[in-house]
Structures are given as C-alpha cells and as structure tokens.
C-alpha cells in the first residue's frame, strides 16, 4: 500500500488538494475530522481536556466550544502543546484504525491529509510527501477571508506551525497553490499520475493483496510439506 503524505500550512489548500484526491477515487484520512471525532463529548480525549482546560471551554450542551479553545491555544504556545499532548494518543489511533480500515478494503494508494505531519513525526510512514505551498499574504488573506478571522488571529494560526518555507524544502512534491484554482487542477493531474505509479515491491508486500499473496504461499509450502512428508 502506498500511503500518500499530504501536507502544508493553515489554510494553504491541503483541503481542496483532498477533495480534488477523492473525486479521481483516491480515498483520503483527513486528520481534522480524526481530531474532531477525538474531541466529540464523552471520549477520552473530551474528558481529559476538559479535565485539563475546565468546564468553561463547553457550550452549554456539552460539546467543546471550538473557537473559544482554538482562541486559547493559538495565542498561547505552552497550552497548544499541553492540548497536542493530550490529543496526540487518540489522533495517531484514530489515523492508524481509518488506515487499516482502507487497507482491509483493498485500496493500494491512500492519502493522509495532515496538518501537523512534520511537527507530528508522522511524514516517516508517508511517501511520497505533498506540501501544498502558497504565498505568505495569500495564505493569510485566505485564511481570513475563510474564517472572518482578525489579521492577529490568521497571524497566531499560522506562527503556531512550522514556516511553509520548512515543510516545503522537505517535500517529495511541492503543490504551489499562490495562483488561481485552475492552475492548481493543472498541476494536480501531474501529482494524479505520480502517486497512481505502479507500487514498489515493498508497497505491494504491505497492500492487502500483497498480504493475500503471502498467505496463499505460505498455505500452499505447508500443504505440500505435509504431503511430502506423509
Ligand atoms: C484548537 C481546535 C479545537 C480549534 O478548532 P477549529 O475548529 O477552530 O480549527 P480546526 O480544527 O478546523 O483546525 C483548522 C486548522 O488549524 C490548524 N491546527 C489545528 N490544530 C493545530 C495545532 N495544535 N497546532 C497548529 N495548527 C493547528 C490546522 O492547519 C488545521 O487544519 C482544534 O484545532 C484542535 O482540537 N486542535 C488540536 C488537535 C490537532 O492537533 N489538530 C491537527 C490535526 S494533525
Ligand atoms: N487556488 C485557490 N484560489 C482561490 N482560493 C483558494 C484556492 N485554493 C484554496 N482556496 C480557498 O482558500 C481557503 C483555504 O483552503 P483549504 O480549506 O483547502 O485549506 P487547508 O489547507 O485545508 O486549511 P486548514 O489547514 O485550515 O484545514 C478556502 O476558502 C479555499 O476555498
């Protein structure tokens, strides 16, 4: 199985990227979604944060309220890590059990859209890695014009991750998102072609059916040792 690495800054376009991935039939895991699902009410990444952050982070059914908390950790950088600490755990789990769900269905190329994939260490178990890149003042009139966010608010989001310029240098595939969203598809269906490459012999081994394979060998060598031998 090839797992996809897609990466980039705040608001640089990892989203679009995806969905751009899902409608060729590239299955995404989108680990915005894992992290929201981690904070859902009752679980225990819930409990422990609202142990952590008290009970004046929740809206009055019960839920995280999410700006309130994201105002707190984007202007704060020591309770942004306390917060990725205690989420840490249930992301990668949540991450790990949606891959092996795509694995069991068979998919031999996935992507894992990650915000935090450097940061996270998590780029060790993607290849190739996509940075989606986009101009500082695009980025930052994006990420405004998308969440009605203040300048110093968009300012905080984005200082809280490594600079785009970093996470870039340490692409596989660099995805320049600065120009409009036609250039963007164009450059797309040349990332499209490169990750559909046909999958390494080590790809193949860990995809299902390389698994398969390996089963029905090892079935077949002891069938016919226990004929040979009786
Ligand atoms: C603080 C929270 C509640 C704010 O929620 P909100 O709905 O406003 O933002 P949302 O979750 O949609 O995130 C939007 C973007 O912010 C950036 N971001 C989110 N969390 C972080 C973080 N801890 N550090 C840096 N950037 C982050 C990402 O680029 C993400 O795509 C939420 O972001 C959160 O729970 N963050 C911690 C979990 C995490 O690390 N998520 C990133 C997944 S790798
Ligand atoms: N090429 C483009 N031209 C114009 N607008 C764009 C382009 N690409 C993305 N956008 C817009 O920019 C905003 C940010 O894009 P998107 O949500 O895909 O970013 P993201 O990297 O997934 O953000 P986040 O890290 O917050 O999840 C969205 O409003 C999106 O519609």
Not at 32 to 43: N, P, Q, R
Not at 104 to 113: E, F, T, W
Not at 136 to 161: C, F, V, W, Y
């Amino acid at each position: 199985m090839r797992i996809v690495g897609l990466t980039g800054g705040i608001a640089s376009g990892k989203s679009t990227v995806s969905n751009l991935f899902k409608s060729h039939g590239v299955p995404v895991v989108d680990a915005d979604v894992v992290a929201c699902d981690a904070l859902k009410k009752g679980s225990g990444g819930w409990k422990k944060v609202v142990a952590a952050f008290g009970e004046e982070i929740l809206l009055e059914n019960g839920e995280v309220n999410r700006p309130m908390l994201g105002q707190i950790v984007f202007s704060d950088p020591d309770k942004r890590q306390f917060l990725n600490r205690l989420l840490a755990p249930h992301i990668s789990s949540g991450i790990f059990w949606e891959v092996v769900k795509l694995w069991l269905k068979g998919y031999k190329v996935i992507v894992l859209d990650v915000p935090l994939l450097f940061e996270a260490k998590m780029d060790k178990f993607t290849k190739p890695i996509i940075v989606v890149w986009v101009d500082p003042e695009t980025q930052k009139n994006r990420l405004m014009g998308r969440d009605k966010s203040s300048e110093e608010d968009a300012g905080n989001r984005i200082n809280a991750q490594m600079p785009l310029d970093v996470k870039r240098n340490k692409a596989d595939i660099v995805i320049d998102n600065t120009g409009s969203i036609d250039d963007l598809n164009e450059q797309f269906q040349k990332v499209l072609i490169e990750v559909s490459k046909p999958l390494t012999w080590t790809q193949f081994w860990l995809s299902r059916n390389g698994a398969l394979v390996i089963l029905a060998s090892l079935t077949s060598g002891v069938v016919l040792c226990i004929k040979a031998l009786s």
